[in-house]
Protein backbone atom coordinates (compact mmCIF):
# COMPACT_ATOMS: atom_id res chain seq x y z
CA UNK A 1 0.00 0.00 0.00
CA UNK A 2 3.17 2.19 1.12
CA UNK A 3 4.84 1.54 -2.07
CA UNK A 4 1.29 2.30 -4.26
CA UNK A 5 1.02 5.42 -2.78
CA UNK A 6 4.83 6.73 -2.95
CA UNK A 7 4.42 5.63 -6.85
CA UNK A 8 1.30 7.93 -7.14
CA UNK A 9 2.74 10.67 -5.34
CA UNK A 10 5.94 10.38 -7.90
CA UNK A 11 3.83 10.07 -10.78
CA UNK A 12 1.72 13.01 -9.87
CA UNK A 13 5.07 15.00 -9.45
CA UNK A 14 6.02 14.21 -12.60
CA UNK A 15 3.44 15.31 -14.28
CA UNK A 16 2.93 18.62 -12.84
CA UNK A 17 7.16 19.12 -13.76
CA UNK A 18 5.81 18.56 -17.06
CA UNK A 19 3.01 20.96 -17.05
CA UNK A 20 5.06 23.28 -15.99
CA UNK A 21 7.89 23.22 -18.64
CA UNK A 22 4.99 22.70 -21.48
CA UNK A 23 3.39 26.87 -19.46
CA UNK A 24 7.01 27.65 -19.82
CA UNK A 25 7.77 26.55 -23.26
CA UNK A 26 3.98 28.23 -24.55
CA UNK A 27 5.41 31.60 -22.34
CA UNK A 28 8.62 31.83 -24.10
CA UNK A 29 6.91 31.62 -27.67
CA UNK A 30 4.74 33.64 -26.84
CA UNK A 31 7.09 36.09 -25.47
CA UNK A 32 9.58 35.85 -28.43
CA UNK A 33 11.97 35.81 -26.12
CA UNK A 34 15.78 34.22 -27.26
CA UNK A 35 17.53 31.46 -26.04
CA UNK A 36 21.09 30.89 -27.04
CA UNK A 37 23.49 28.17 -26.50
CA UNK A 38 27.34 28.98 -26.41
CA UNK A 39 29.48 26.89 -26.82
CA UNK A 40 33.14 26.63 -26.85
CA UNK A 41 36.34 24.89 -24.47
CA UNK A 42 37.74 26.04 -21.77
CA UNK A 43 40.19 28.96 -21.99
CA UNK A 44 38.26 30.17 -25.47
CA UNK A 45 36.74 33.46 -24.11
CA UNK A 46 33.42 32.57 -23.94
CA UNK A 47 33.28 33.87 -20.68
CA UNK A 48 34.47 37.21 -21.38
CA UNK A 49 31.80 37.53 -24.25
CA UNK A 50 29.05 36.34 -22.12
CA UNK A 51 29.46 39.34 -19.79
CA UNK A 52 29.60 41.64 -22.74
CA UNK A 53 26.20 40.37 -24.48
CA UNK A 54 24.44 40.65 -20.99
CA UNK A 55 25.72 43.93 -20.22
CA UNK A 56 24.57 45.03 -23.91
CA UNK A 57 21.17 43.60 -24.19
CA UNK A 58 20.18 42.71 -20.78
CA UNK A 59 20.43 38.89 -21.53
CA UNK A 60 20.54 36.23 -18.29
CA UNK A 61 23.73 34.30 -17.94
CA UNK A 62 23.30 31.03 -17.07
CA UNK A 63 25.93 28.12 -16.28
CA UNK A 64 24.89 24.83 -15.51
CA UNK A 65 28.25 24.80 -13.61
CA UNK A 66 27.35 27.52 -11.41
CA UNK A 67 23.84 26.52 -10.82
CA UNK A 68 24.65 23.38 -9.48
CA UNK A 69 27.59 25.01 -7.03
CA UNK A 70 24.96 27.39 -5.95
CA UNK A 71 22.45 24.65 -5.38
CA UNK A 72 24.75 22.72 -3.54
CA UNK A 73 26.21 26.10 -1.32
CA UNK A 74 22.09 26.75 -0.70
CA UNK A 75 22.12 23.61 1.82
CA UNK A 76 19.01 22.09 0.37
CA UNK A 77 18.18 18.23 0.36
CA UNK A 78 18.68 18.50 -3.53
CA UNK A 79 21.72 20.58 -3.07
CA UNK A 80 23.29 17.78 -0.65
CA UNK A 81 22.18 15.16 -3.15
CA UNK A 82 23.92 16.70 -5.52
CA UNK A 83 27.15 17.09 -3.46
CA UNK A 84 27.17 13.58 -2.31
CA UNK A 85 27.10 12.03 -6.55
CA UNK A 86 29.49 14.98 -6.71
CA UNK A 87 31.86 14.00 -4.29
CA UNK A 88 31.60 10.80 -5.36
CA UNK A 89 33.44 11.43 -8.81
CA UNK A 90 29.89 10.93 -10.73
CA UNK A 91 27.91 12.16 -13.29
CA UNK A 92 24.94 14.61 -12.11
CA UNK A 93 21.99 12.96 -13.98
CA UNK A 94 21.02 15.57 -16.89
CA UNK A 95 17.22 15.69 -15.56
CA UNK A 96 18.43 17.39 -12.78
CA UNK A 97 20.93 19.96 -14.52
CA UNK A 98 17.87 20.20 -17.06
CA UNK A 99 15.65 20.63 -13.83
CA UNK A 100 17.42 23.56 -12.23
CA UNK A 101 18.11 25.41 -15.68
CA UNK A 102 14.22 24.84 -16.30
CA UNK A 103 13.93 26.94 -12.72
CA UNK A 104 16.37 29.13 -13.24
CA UNK A 105 14.77 30.19 -16.28
CA UNK A 106 11.46 30.48 -14.62
CA UNK A 107 12.69 32.82 -12.28
CA UNK A 108 13.76 35.14 -14.60
CA UNK A 109 11.02 35.11 -16.87
CA UNK A 110 9.10 38.56 -17.43
CA UNK A 111 12.15 40.45 -16.31
CA UNK A 112 14.88 39.15 -19.13
CA UNK A 113 15.52 39.62 -22.59
CA UNK A 114 16.98 36.72 -23.42
CA UNK A 115 18.97 33.63 -21.97
CA UNK A 116 22.64 32.61 -22.61
CA UNK A 117 22.97 28.76 -22.14
CA UNK A 118 26.76 28.75 -21.16
CA UNK A 119 27.97 25.62 -21.54
CA UNK A 120 25.71 23.43 -22.19
CA UNK A 121 24.73 21.40 -23.69
CA UNK A 122 28.07 19.12 -23.24
CA UNK A 123 26.52 16.00 -25.32
CA UNK A 124 23.70 16.41 -28.17
CA UNK A 125 21.65 13.78 -26.61
CA UNK A 126 21.64 16.93 -23.79
CA UNK A 127 20.60 19.19 -25.98
CA UNK A 128 17.93 17.08 -27.43
CA UNK A 129 16.33 17.09 -23.88
CA UNK A 130 16.80 20.33 -23.50
CA UNK A 131 14.53 21.17 -26.73
CA UNK A 132 12.16 19.19 -25.96
CA UNK A 133 11.52 19.80 -21.67
CA UNK A 134 12.35 23.51 -22.04
CA UNK A 135 12.67 25.46 -25.60
CA UNK A 136 14.43 25.27 -28.61
CA UNK A 137 17.22 27.09 -29.02
CA UNK A 138 17.62 30.17 -31.35
CA UNK A 139 21.04 30.25 -32.11
CA UNK A 140 24.04 28.44 -31.28
CA UNK A 141 27.04 30.61 -30.99
CA UNK A 142 30.54 28.18 -30.97
CA UNK A 143 33.68 30.17 -30.16
CA UNK A 144 36.45 28.02 -32.04
CA UNK A 145 39.75 28.51 -30.88
CA UNK A 146 42.87 25.80 -31.76
CA UNK A 147 43.68 23.52 -28.92
CA UNK A 148 47.38 24.86 -28.73
CA UNK A 149 45.72 28.31 -27.87
CA UNK A 150 43.51 26.69 -24.94
CA UNK A 151 45.99 24.41 -23.50
CA UNK A 152 48.55 28.17 -23.04
CA UNK A 153 45.38 30.13 -21.80
CA UNK A 154 44.51 27.07 -19.30
CA UNK A 155 48.03 26.46 -17.73
CA UNK A 156 48.46 30.46 -17.08
CA UNK A 157 45.50 30.30 -15.45
CA UNK A 158 46.30 27.99 -13.36
CA UNK A 159 49.70 29.39 -12.66
CA UNK A 160 48.29 32.48 -11.58
CA UNK A 161 45.53 30.68 -9.18
CA UNK A 162 46.30 30.47 -5.49
CA UNK A 163 44.59 27.16 -5.43
CA UNK A 164 46.30 24.64 -7.07
CA UNK A 165 44.63 21.47 -9.06
CA UNK A 166 46.07 18.63 -9.54
CA UNK A 167 44.01 18.02 -13.08
CA UNK A 168 45.98 21.41 -14.08
CA UNK A 169 48.50 19.87 -16.28
CA UNK A 170 49.03 19.64 -19.71
CA UNK A 171 48.24 16.05 -20.55
CA UNK A 172 44.93 15.74 -18.50
CA UNK A 173 44.13 19.17 -20.17
CA UNK A 174 44.46 17.61 -23.71
CA UNK A 175 42.20 14.55 -22.79
CA UNK A 176 39.16 16.55 -21.59
CA UNK A 177 40.28 19.23 -25.06
CA UNK A 178 39.97 16.00 -26.82
CA UNK A 179 36.71 14.60 -25.16
CA UNK A 180 35.23 18.02 -25.63
CA UNK A 181 36.02 18.48 -29.10
CA UNK A 182 34.24 14.39 -30.14
CA UNK A 183 30.96 15.74 -28.24
CA UNK A 184 31.02 19.17 -29.77
CA UNK A 185 32.03 17.98 -33.27
CA UNK A 186 28.44 16.23 -32.89
CA UNK A 187 26.21 18.93 -31.26
CA UNK A 188 27.13 20.99 -34.06
CA UNK A 189 26.60 18.56 -36.29
CA UNK A 190 22.67 17.93 -35.52
CA UNK A 191 22.36 21.56 -34.92
CA UNK A 192 24.05 22.92 -38.16
CA UNK A 193 21.54 25.06 -38.88
CA UNK A 194 21.46 27.08 -36.03
CA UNK A 195 24.99 27.43 -35.35
CA UNK A 196 27.32 30.27 -35.83
CA UNK A 197 30.92 29.09 -35.62
CA UNK A 198 33.10 32.69 -34.91
CA UNK A 199 37.15 32.43 -34.66
CA UNK A 200 37.86 32.89 -30.69
CA UNK A 201 41.48 33.85 -31.44
CA UNK A 202 41.36 37.41 -32.69
CA UNK A 203 40.71 40.72 -29.99
CA UNK A 204 37.50 40.26 -27.65
CA UNK A 205 36.09 43.36 -29.00
CA UNK A 206 36.50 42.29 -33.02
CA UNK A 207 34.82 38.97 -31.80
CA UNK A 208 32.39 41.05 -30.05
CA UNK A 209 31.39 42.68 -33.07
CA UNK A 210 30.44 39.70 -34.52
CA UNK A 211 28.39 38.73 -31.81
CA UNK A 212 26.73 41.76 -32.02
CA UNK A 213 25.62 41.18 -35.74
CA UNK A 214 24.71 37.81 -35.16
CA UNK A 215 22.31 38.66 -31.70
CA UNK A 216 20.74 41.70 -33.85
CA UNK A 217 19.78 39.76 -36.55
CA UNK A 218 18.25 37.08 -33.89
CA UNK A 219 16.40 39.68 -32.08
CA UNK A 220 15.09 41.20 -35.47
CA UNK A 221 13.57 38.25 -36.77
CA UNK A 222 12.09 37.24 -32.92
CA UNK A 223 10.38 40.88 -33.27
CA UNK A 224 12.29 42.67 -30.07
CA UNK A 225 13.96 44.93 -32.41
CA UNK A 226 13.46 47.30 -35.12
CA UNK A 227 16.75 46.95 -37.01
CA UNK A 228 16.61 44.44 -39.89
CA UNK A 229 19.18 41.60 -40.54
Known amino acids: MLFMCHQMAMKKE ?17 AGIPIIWILGGPGCGKGTQCA ?5 YGFTHLSSGDL ?10 KGRQLQEIMTSGALVPNA ?6 NAAIGRAQGSSNGFLIDGYPREKNQGIAFEDQIAPAD ?17 ARAAAAAVKRADDNEAT ?15 LELYSDK ?13 FMEVITAIDCLMAKKGRSAKAC
Request: with cysteine; glycine share 2%; net charge negative.
Open 14 to 30: AQEKEEKAEQLRRAQAA
Open 52 to 56: KIVEK
Open 68 to 77: LRDEVASGSD
Open 96 to 101: EVLSLL
Open 139 to 155: LVIYFECAEDTMVKRIM
Open 173 to 187: IRSRLNTFKQNTSAI
Open 195 to 207: TLTINAERDVDII
